[in-house]
């Protein structure tokens, strides 16, 4: 089956710093990209919709300026955690969908992101 | 408010017993509802889905799930559970009517099922 990386798996970042999270496709075309967020013992949250060439689609109340989403090819997307602080510590995951995949999304195994 | 629940946090089954793990979704147009299952340090993987038609949906690994629209409920279940289906699932729907972009999902918060040998 189709295989989304995600990298890095763990991040430990002191507050004040970016992160950026990297999602790819590996063996298909992802046109649309989706990001998400969970914290412990909750479901998880989308944050924003991407697709390759436009700018995300947000959801309401993530700031788009603190999650900067890029989607510049069809094989990755990033998340940039600017400015991070603790609560924004969290599991972020990212899923992608392409063109010929018709209703399933693959997921990336995910990023614990800590921030001291 | 579209969500889904998963009322149960931890489903523990003895290995050949039939296990269920309940989903409930609220109402709100025809949602494509799907099953999805997260191992330890691997991305959610895609189990299987219901869009229309028969009720009862059969997915990967012998699991089935069975839509009840009168009860808002897509359990998933399978006959003869397997250590090795020990794992998080999780239940989605899609954020409105069927059609709704695609991947813009409501998940449950997950039932850590652990199958005992």
């Known amino acids: 089956g189709a295989v989304v990386s995600q990298h890095p798996s763990r991040v430990i970042c002191k507050s004040g710093t970016s992160v950026k999270i990297e999602c790819r496709s590996l063996?298909?075309?992802?046109?649309?990209m989706f990001w998400y967020r969970q914290f412990p013992k909750q479901s998880l949250m989308l944050m924003a919709t991407?697709?390759?060439?436009?700018?995300?689609?947000?959801e309401q109340g993530v700031e788009k300026d603190k999650f900067l989403i890029n989607h510049a090819s069809l094989t990755l997307s990033t998340l940039t955690v600017t400015s991070a602080h603790p609560e924004d510590s969290s599991f972020y995951i990212c899923?992608?969908?392409?063109?010929?995949?018709?209703?399933?999304?693959?997921f990336g195994s995910g990023t614990q992101l800590s921030v001291l | 408010a579209q969500s889904v629940a998963q009322p149960e946090d931890q489903v523990n089954v003895a290995e050949g017993n039939p296990l269920t793990v309940k989903c409930t979704y609220s109402?709100?147009?025809?949602?494509?509802l799907f099953w999805y299952v997260q191992y330890p340090n691997r991305g959610l993987q895609f189990l299987l889905k219901?869009?229309?038609?028969?009720?009862l949906v059969k997915g990967s690994y012998g699991f089935e799930a069975e839509f009840n629209k009168s009860q808002t409920s897509f359990h998933l279940k399978k006959p003869s559970a397997l250590v090795s289906d020990s794992a998080l699932y999780f239940c989605?729907?899609?954020?409105?009517?069927?059609?709704?972009?695609?991947?813009?999902?409501?998940f449950g918060r997950g039932t850590q099922l652990t199958v005992w040998p």
């Open positions: 109402v709100s147009g025809n949602p494509y």
């Open positions: 899923s992608a969908r392409g063109r010929s995949l018709n209703e399933k999304l693959f």
């Open positions: 989605a729907r899609t954020r409105a009517d069927r059609g709704s972009t695609l991947g813009r999902l409501y």
């Open positions: 991407s697709n390759e060439g436009s700018k995300a689609t947000y």
């Open positions: 063996d298909f075309q992802a046109t649309t």
């Open positions: 219901y869009i229309t038609g028969d009720n």
